[in-house]
């Protein structure tokens, strides 16, 4: 891995969640600023200093974690219960950032992702001013996502509105970091040249997820899971993943006390999740709020197969990033959702699952008892070659430090063109 000093200036780092908090968005954000410092790099970080999806955990103003110093605002995030509770969080963060970011001494460039979505628009205008880079690391894609879901129409004036600000983000970036392959087609569609952009898909915290506990998992025992066979759905809870077609399923499976079926995480669409569980009574499904990282080895694992869902209209928009940590935890994959997608890519190159399309809860149910009655090993060697591939070529350690070199290289040669620029003649 490639390791230097940096001695151009500060790096700043913009997301309104980070850790502590459990979104993924913040724990990779995470990822990069701690691996940024460790290789010298001067990083600030600016983030809420409530929870994303829980308002009522505080975290520190001012905090130093692994050589990066984080700073954090106060009333940036008050839940997601409601559009008007989240707009006004997202806001409040916005300013603060801009304003923020226009008082960094030295600073280098700016990193953000979509934390809040429109957060690339305050930085880009803040760069601007300061004469410095950015990099964008693109989680989703709108107002793409929100036309797909049947919110907007592309003729709206909001989406017109939105599309106006994204393009403006995309020409004023040294780097996009696009997820996967479909996403980038979806990039150079809207004008941005190849080589401003970098593939990448989002890596796993396998240090936190491999299974280091003998006997029984806690988690199991905690839940009630001894002796059932467990899918599991972990991670944001959206109708970007509908999960209607496995609780259909589910209902089609009460009867059988040997399954359960587990939902893990948060997010807009766990409300109705959890309703559809309390009005089909299904005692054999289990809602459970997002785990502490500290958990994951516990939670992911207690799965026999995990799930992952994508939209049918959301490929290259949205990137399920589950799927990894399932990968990690050397188990089997239940897809739902289309193909060609990068997840269907994923299942037919290393054989690790089986996908479903939405709405075929038949499919669905007959992917369920084959993996149900499949033999002990046969299983085992399906989730020992999803561990394998991902140890290979998608693991944290690979796929961050290719990402933090990226971003150094962008920052760097970007700054040394703004300076070039506006040094005059």
Not at 140 to 160: C, F, H, M, S, V
Not at 161 to 177: G, K
Not at 339 to 368: C, E, K, M, T
Not at 393 to 414: I, M, P, Y
Request: aromatic fraction near 8%; charged fraction near 20%; proline fraction near 7%.
């Amino acid at each position: 891995m490639k390791t230097r000093a940096g001695h151009r200036g500060t790096i700043l780092v913009v997301s309104q969640t980070f850790v502590p908090d459990p979104a993924s968005v913040g724990q990779h954000m995470a990822d990069v600023a701690f691996e940024l410092a460790r290789r010298g790099e001067a990083v600030r970080v600016y983030a809420s200093g409530r929870g994303y999806e829980n308002p009522a955990a505080v975290y520190p103003r001012r905090q130093k974690l692994h050589g990066a110093d984080i700073r954090r605002f106060p009333l940036a995030s008050f839940g997601k219960d409601s559009i008007p509770r989240r707009v006004l969080g997202t806001a409040a963060f916005m300013i603060q950032a801009f304003f923020a970011a226009l008082r960094v001494p030295n600073l280098a460039g700016i990193f953000f992702s979509t934390s809040p979505p429109l957060i690339g628009l305050p930085m880009c205008l803040a760069a601007a001013f300061r004469r410095v880079p950015v990099v964008y690391w693109a989680m989703d894609l709108n107002p793409d996502q929100l036309i797909a879901l049947g919110k907007l129409k592309p003729t709206d004036a909001l989406a017109r509105l939105l599309e106006a600000v994204n393009r403006l983000i995309l020409r004023h970036t040294a780097l996009i970091v696009a997820l996967d392959r479909f996403m980038a087609d979806r990039l150079t569609r809207r004008g941005v040249p190849r080589g401003k952009i970098l593939v990448m898909p989002p890596w796993p915290h396998e240090q936190h997820i491999r299974a280091d506990h003998a006997g029984e998992n806690p988690f199991r025992l905690r839940h009630g899971l001894s002796g059932k066979f467990v899918f599991m759905y972990s991670g944001n809870h959206s109708p970007s993943n509908p999960l209607t077609t496995i609780l259909d399923a589910a209902t089609r499976l009460k009867d059988r006390p040997e399954m359960m079926f587990v939902f893990v995480g948060g997010g807009a669409g766990k409300r109705e999740v959890e309703t559809y569980i309390r009005e089909h009574g299904l005692s054999n499904a289990l809602s459970l709020p997002y785990q502490p990282l500290a958990e994951l080895k516990y939670s992911l694992t207690a799965a026999d197969v995990h799930m992952v869902s994508l939209g049918q209209p959301m490929v290259g928009i949205i990137h399920p990033c589950k799927i990894y940590g399932a990968m990690s935890a050397g188990k089997p994959i239940l897809f739902l959702g289309p193909r060609p997608s990068h997840i269907s890519d994923l299942l037919d190159r290393y054989q690790i699952g089986f996908q479903v399309s939405h709405g075929d809860v038949g499919g669905a149910l007959a992917a369920i008892e084959r993996l149900r009655t499949m033999p002990g090993e046969q299983l085992r060697a399906m989730g020992q070659a999803a561990r394998q591939a991902l140890d290979e070529s998608l693991r944290q350690t690979l796929l961050c430090g290719r990402f933090c070199d990226a971003v150094q290289e962008a920052l760097a040669a970007g700054l040394g063109q703004n300076r070039q620029v506006h040094s005059g003649p």
